[in-house]
């Protein structure tokens, strides 16, 4: 069976800081991962996915994400925080077909800006 | 956005009651999915379906129930509504076609069970 482990649930930056979230993965096949964002009182919006394409995966609002396949990890960045960066950021694996496709969940990490 | 609307959006019932949540799409996907999300808990999977009349369950599925009986609408039904269903429910949609699609999510119903 498939996991994802968020590490931190709560995280605290300055603007201007490095935004550094963590996500640990297990999975019997190779991964789809994504980075969905939720800002409050919203649905969950996709930040940016790993397909295999390439490791350092770049997605909206100046994040990126490195897969790192010997760690079985999928850290999510970025080099400068913004005030609107706050909101809560889940990490996500997909099984595959067999398995019905299912996305599984970490169990977030909520980031809150200081300015 | 993608075009999925979720119904209705906020819901008090009370317990024992039966409550059904629709989730309604206009992309044509062939996946969709119910989740739940609490705090700690990031989404759970409740049930999804793979087609119509297709639908199996998932990490979170007791007392609940789904139906899709046409590729637009999959309905969450909460047979007998219990406090541990207070919760904001997700639904969330994805294309069979390309394997690196991602899926979309719906703007979610709060739902309190009192």
């Known amino acids: 069976a498939q996991s994802v482990t968020q590490l931190g649930s709560h995280v605290s930056v300055s603007e201007g800081a490095l935004v550094l979230l963590r996500c640990n993965y297990s999975?019997?096949?190779?991964?789809?991962l994504f980075w969905y964002v939720q800002y409050p009182n919203q649905g969950l919006q996709l930040l940016l996915k790993?397909?295999?394409?390439?490791?350092l995966v770049k997605g909206i609002n100046g994040f990126e994400a490195e897969f790192k396949k010997s760690e079985t990890s999928f850290h999510l960045t970025k080099p400068s925080a913004h005030m609107s960066d706050a909101a809560e950021y889940f990490c996500a694996v997909r099984s595959s077909k067999a398995a019905g496709n299912k996305l599984t969940f970490g169990g977030g990490t909520r980031v809150l800006v200081k300015p | 956005d993608a075009g999925i609307t979720q119904s209705p959006r906020h819901k008090v019932t009370e317990t024992g009651t039966p409550v059904t949540l629709r989730c309604h799409q206009t992309e044509n996907h062939r996946y969709m999915y119910w989740y739940r999300q609490d705090p700690g808990h990031g989404l759970r999977l409740i049930h999804y379906s793979y087609g119509v009349k297709d639908t199996d369950k998932g990490e979170v599925s007791d007392g609940y129930s789904v139906s899709r009986s046409k590729t637009e609408d999959f309905l969450l039904t909460l047979e007998s509504a219990t406090s541990s269903q207070t919760s904001v429910y997700f639904c969330?949609?994805?294309?069979?076609?390309?394997?690196?699609?991602?899926?979309?999510f719906g703007q979610g119903t709060r739902l309190t069970v009192v």
């Open positions: 969330a949609i994805r294309d069979r076609e390309n394997r690196n699609t991602e899926a979309f």
């Open positions: 999975s019997s096949v190779p991964p789809y």
């Open positions: 790993y397909t295999s394409a390439a490791t």
